[in-house]
């Protein structure tokens, strides 16, 4: 369930899971064309036992469990891009825990649809494909720094324990396909990411300056300007 619980952000969650959903199944089949799954789903809650996690893992099918992970280390792009290149899902687990300095870096990496890539013991690089998408979790809602960033995320808070049973793998992915395969976009329209921007406002973290001047905008009344010249 949504943060503010309303029909319009209940509309947005389902509509944005749905395209997320339609860009993991078309990175995994190798034909993602021009455009990447560059958004990713945050899942936010303080309280523990909201199955978050649990809840990320569960979205692999049983023969593709191995390449789930949720320990991505964004200290060498190269080292990344390889992982996005092997993995299917990766859960930014604790998304607060990246440092701010990090996020241009994650952002690129979560725009790339396809990989320039020189392997270990490899002298030459290769161009892959693209298989991984992203989704993460956190326990703080103060999570993005920069606005126009924030374009890149999904922010749900999670109000009450995650059902994670009886997902059916088999069935949900071959509706996917049969949807791709008829043209549904699955990736975000210009209109949607600025409907992702003005969701997003309650997940932003605020700079010290902009918390001290809200402050004082709360705690004064200023004059208006008329009367400073009569």
């Keep these: 369930m ?12 389902v509509r944005g899971f749905h395209t997320w959903l339609l860009g993991v199944a078309v990175q995994w089949s ?35 469990r191995h390449y789930y992970m949720d320990n991505l280390q964004l200290t060498s792009e190269g080292k990344a891009e390889r992982l996005m ?27 790339m649809s396809s990989l320039h890539i020189c392997k270990a013991y490899q002298k030459n690089y290769r161009d892959l494909p693209r298989v991984a998408s992203f989704i993460g979790t956190s326990n703080r809602y103060d999570l993005l720094t920069e606005p126009t960033g924030s374009r890149r995320y999904l922010c749900v808070e999670v109000i009450k324990p995650i059902d994670c049973e009886g997902i059916e793998h088999a069935q949900l992915f071959a509706q996917l396909k049969a949807e791709l395969e008829q043209g549904i976009p699955y990736w975000f329209t210009k209109e949607q990411e600025r409907e992702l921007q003005r969701h997003n406002v309650d997940f932003y973290h605020a700079c010290p300056a902009e918390d001290v001047f809200n402050w004082k905008k709360n705690v004064y009344t200023y004059p208006p300007l008329t009367g400073l010249f009569s």
Excluded at 4 to 12: R, T
Excluded at 41 to 55: A, C, D, H, N, Y
Excluded at 90 to 104: C, R
């Design 30 to 64: 190798g034909k993602t064309g021009i455009h990447a799954n560059s958004v990713a789903l945050i899942l936010v809650s303080s309280e523990q036992g909201r199955l978050k996690s649990t809840f990320c893992k569960s979205l692999m099918p049983a023969a593709l």
């Design 2 to 13: 949504m943060r503010g619980w309303n029909l319009f952000y209940l509309s947005l969650w």
């Design 85 to 111: 290149s092997e993995m299917g899902l990766i859960n930014l687990d604790e998304f607060d825990k990246y440092a701010a300095s990090k996020m241009p870096l994650l952002k690129n990496l979560m725009q």
